[in-house]
């Protein structure tokens, strides 16, 4: 059974500080996806992570993943108050077994 | 990417009732997912729903108190039924759809149950 783990689960953070989410999942994959949760709202895709070795970068965020140590980080650079968030993490198993399996989720809290 | 609407938005049922909920989609899609998010809680896949085909379940999730339907290619519901206060949740539908990176997961706005 694939298990996605994340840490830290809350994370404060003063403005323009940088931080790292972190991102583990149990079974051998190559698919690996970010998800923006605002309160009462709906998941955004951040990040799309295909292959060992990505690295995608948006704004002052930046996602990669190393499949081989099946990790993935969120990286948050000079944070600012719009990032305030939950952030997921989540993995599939490929071509025809795509159902998600989400991380427990990183609430962020930026403050000035 | 795909755009995804759900209805309804919100609702406040008594318990031993049933809802269903729409999930409507701009363009044809092969898959759709049913998942539900507990109050401050991650996301769990309840279902994947294919058209043509039963609704495949995940564990700890069943038919008879989670059915769903797809009649084509752009639509599909999912009922709650006999509803008690813990299926109080936020139920949210996805597509499958390619982008220009690959195939990617869109998700509707969900549909925020409450339930007395």
């Known amino acids: 059974e694939l298990k996605v783990e994340q840490n830290p689960l809350f994370l404060s953070m003063q403005e323009g500080k940088n931080y790292t989410i972190y991102c583990n999942y149990s079974?051998?994959?190559?698919?690996l996806y970010w998800y923006r949760q605002d309160p009462g709202k709906s998941l955004e895709s951040l990040f799309v992570l295909l292959s060992n070795g990505a690295v995608k970068q948006e704004g002052r965020l930046m996602a990669s993943l190393d499949t081989k140590a099946r990790l993935s980080t969120l990286h948050i650079t000079a944070a600012v108050h719009d990032l305030s968030a939950t952030y997921f993490c989540?993995?599939?198993?490929?071509?025809?077994?795509?159902?998600?399996?989400f991380g427990t989720g990183t609430r962020l809290t930026i403050i000035p | 990417s795909a755009v995804i609407s759900q209805k309804p938005s919100r609702d406040i049922c008594q318990r031993g009732t049933s809802l269903t909920i729409q999930c409507q989609v701009d363009s044809q899609v092969t898959m759709m997912f049913w998942y539900r998010q507990q109050p401050g809680q991650s996301l769990t896949l309840i279902a994947t729903?294919?058209?043509?085909?039963?609704?495949?379940?995940e564990s700890g999730f069943v038919i008879d108190k989670f059915p769903i339907s797809r009649p084509n290619l752009t639509f599909s519901t999912l009922t709650v039924s006999n509803m008690s206060p813990e299926d109080s949740s936020i139920y949210l539908c996805?597509?499958?759809?390619?982008?220009?990176?690959?195939?990617?997961?869109?998700f509707g706005p969900g549909t925020r149950l409450t339930v007395l």
């Open positions: 729903a294919n058209q043509g085909s039963e609704a495949t379940y």
């Open positions: 079974t051998t994959s190559d698919r």
């Open positions: 989540a993995v599939d198993l490929g071509f025809g077994n795509e159902k998600l399996t």
């Open positions: 996805s597509v499958l759809s390619g982008t220009t990176v690959g195939n990617e997961q869109f």
